[in-house]
């Protein structure tokens, strides 16, 4: 079955970012002028992918607002002329949202298990909240690979990229049974493991295409620490052979860190067509003072 739905997990309060977050979801953060969800959505035309689950946490009603219409400001723009702002606020109304809210903290898994009723145990594109990832011109889509890979193989598949040092314990880690043209066949995950723990230098990153059978299989994990984990759902495909990954082009800014978010806002602002060479300018300046 093609992959039709996808399910973005952006539930977290986002207390890094206090005070912002006290009313603004995290979610809304925007890098220029776009928030980082529609960002992370928009990822998902390039497969053709509108039927969008958003898993939010209690009090993010705007986000709803974000994605549905503005019959006002639609007809104030066309009024005026102003087509090329016109067609940014259609931009925002592309997708079939559905918003489930996680109601307790318990992790990825529960906010897959929140999603479950649009999912209709179909495979599902999962892209993780806090972390945007951008192809740049002549780049695929890390998600447009995943999915490609899907379609292959019917096989879940992950996206990964290579980790050094102290990196290697803040992801999920691939343990690699074989590799051929880019793609893993994964042998083993394990969840944050310690350096000596690490089974290679692969590292989960948040973009993942997930059979329908995930579901049962989360259902049917035993918790561990309270909790259950899509870390072992993905162990067990892995040890069937049923788990692959594949790296990705492009760049990954991770939105849910201060320091990261800032790089994307710095470099989307150096590609953007209004005020890029301005920032340029800026920073060749500013650069000199440091
Ligand atoms: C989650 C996953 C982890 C993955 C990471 C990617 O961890 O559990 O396997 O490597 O996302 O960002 P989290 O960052 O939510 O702790």
């Excluded at 979801?25 to 958003?54: F, H, N, R, W």
């Excluded at 559905?98 to 599902?124: H, S, T």
């Excluded at 561990?224 to 052979?241: C, F, H, K, P, S």
Aim: glycine content about 8%; charged content about 25%; aromatic content about 8%.
């Amino acid at each position: 079955m093609s992959v039709r739905k996808a399910v973005i997990p952006a539930a977290g309060l986002g207390t890094r970012f206090l005070p912002i977050t006290k009313v603004v979801p995290k979610p809304m953060l925007a890098v220029l002028d776009k928030p980082t969800i529609q960002y992370i959505a928009e990822e998902l035309l390039s497969v053709g992918i509108d039927d969008v689950t958003i898993v939010v946490s209690p009090g993010s009603e705007i986000i709803k607002d974000h994605f549905g219409e503005s019959n006002e400001l639609e007809k104030r723009l066309l009024a005026d002329g102003k087509l090329e702002l016109y067609s940014i606020l259609k931009d925002t109304m592309k997708f079939k949202v559905n918003y489930c809210v996680q109601k307790v903290a318990n992790g990825l898994a529960g906010a897959i298990l929140c999603a479950e009723p649009f999912l209709n145990g179909e495979p599902f594109a999962l892209l993780l909240g806090d972390e945007l990832l951008w192809a740049n011109e002549g780049q695929t889509p890390c998600i447009k690979r995943l999915v490609d890979v899907y379609n292959k193989t019917g096989k879940s598949v992950i996206a990964a990229m290579e980790v050094f040092g102290d990196d290697v314990s803040k992801y999920g880690n691939i343990g690699v049974r074989e590799e051929t043209d880019g793609v893993i066949t994964v042998d083993r995950i394990v969840e944050k493991p310690s350096l000596n723990d690490a089974l290679s230098n692969y590292a989960i990153i948040g973009r993942y295409v997930l059979s329908g059978e995930v579901i049962d299989m989360l259902k049917k994990l035993t918790p561990r620490n309270n909790e259950i984990y899509l870390t072992d759902v993905l162990d067990q495909l892995a040890e069937r052979g049923d788990l692959l990954a594949s790296g990705f082009e492009g760049d990954r800014y991770d939105v849910g860190d201060k320091f990261g978010f800032i790089k994307a806002n710095v470099e989307f602002a150096l590609k953007s067509k209004e005020i890029g060479d301005l920032t340029a300018e800026y920073i060749k300046e500013l650069a000199k003072k440091l």
